[in-house]
């Protein structure tokens, strides 16, 4: 049997599938041979798709060193499990291979099954893995411009050569702009972009507001007797809006000198927001990253390879 949790680790699927010991029909292991899939479901209404990581149990700065790949939103209903990663194959641990690595693993192991072809009586979900190109000018272009069955919601970055890290982690980060997302700036809960940046960060025990990277980065505080009025305990997800004129960038960090209570945000929420997508969220709404500036950036770091290359030669 193939199971699927959101990120809060609540079960999402529980079905049949064509992946190694995904069905009762095809038990050809050990329960120790199992599978984990990093995946985004094609939901069959057009919303923000939910990332799941899949248990399968039977007993389951832009350079060359980037890979690219278009993030996704559902556009029709057919119900596929987009694979963005794959963390463990049917026992074999990939938490120690490089990004690079996993990418082929993935294509050519899915290709030795049957879990691509349509859905069936012992296949619930078709499997599909997400286009991916090396960032190169060209690798860019494909993965910003080019048609996918899917809508995309923007583009995910990965270093090629580093482990698998879980958690919040500057080696794999997701871009947008209005061109390749829907849903550049974060919406209220009524579809609607507030006049204020918000944020959801997690209280701790000393009060503190912090955000969900490691260390965390502290955001603002509680005092004990709002946090007693208001029944809230450490671990909490809190929601917060601040005006733009609280805000300080100083070293590359941002720095809110008062924040405004709104609420807790909804209890499918795992974790409270990075600092990077804090500060990806502010800057969107004053100066974005755009895909010039990605360009620009890979034209410079091919020149400097090509210099570099120049100079061994000499």
Not at 120 to 149: D, K, M, N, Q
Request: aromatic share 12%; glycine share 4%.
């Amino acid at each position: 049997m193939t199971i699927s949790r959101v990120r809060n680790g609540s079960i999402l699927h529980r079905f049949p599938s064509a992946l190694p010991n995904g069905s009762k029909r095809d038990i050809s292991g050990p329960a120790s041979s199992y599978s984990i899939l990093d995946c985004i479901f094609h939901e069959v209404l057009p919303v923000p798709a939910a990332r799941s990581f899949l248990y399968l149990l039977s007993f389951w700065s832009v350079h060359n060193a980037i890979m690219v790949s278009p993030y996704l939103l559902v556009l029709q209903p057919d119900e596929t499990y987009y694979i963005i990663d794959m963390i463990c194959w049917r026992g074999y641990s990939l938490y120690d291979c490089t990004a690079e690595f996993r990418f082929f693993w993935v294509n050519s192991k899915l290709m030795e099954t049957t879990a691509s072809d349509p859905p069936s009586t012992y296949h619930r979900y078709r499997f599909s893995v997400v286009p991916i190109y090396e960032c190169t000018l060209e690798g860019l272009e494909a993965a910003y411009s080019g048609s996918t069955p899917y809508m995309k919601d923007g583009l995910l970055f990965y270093n090629k050569h580093v482990h698998y890290q879980a958690g919040i982690t500057p080696l794999a980060l997701v871009w947008k702009d209005e061109a390749c997302s829907q849903y550049i700036i974060d919406t209220d809960s009524k579809g609607q972009v507030p006049s204020e940046q918000h944020v959801v960060l997690e209280l701790q025990e000393d009060g503190k507001l912090a955000t969900s990277d490691d260390p965390p980065v502290v955001f603002g505080s509680l005092d004990n007797e709002f946090i007693q009025k208001t029944n809230l305990r450490p671990g909490n997800l809190l929601r917060f809006a601040f005006r733009d004129e609280r805000v300080k960038l100083v070293d590359g960090k941002m720095e809110i000198s008062e924040l405004q209570f709104v609420g807790r945000p909804n209890r499918a929420r795992a974790f409270a927001d990075s600092h990077s997508k804090a500060l990806f969220q502010y800057a969107a709404r004053h100066a974005p990253l755009r895909i010039e500036d990605l360009v620009a950036s890979i034209q410079s770091n091919h020149m400097e390879v090509k210099s570099t290359d120049v100079e061994m030669q000499g």
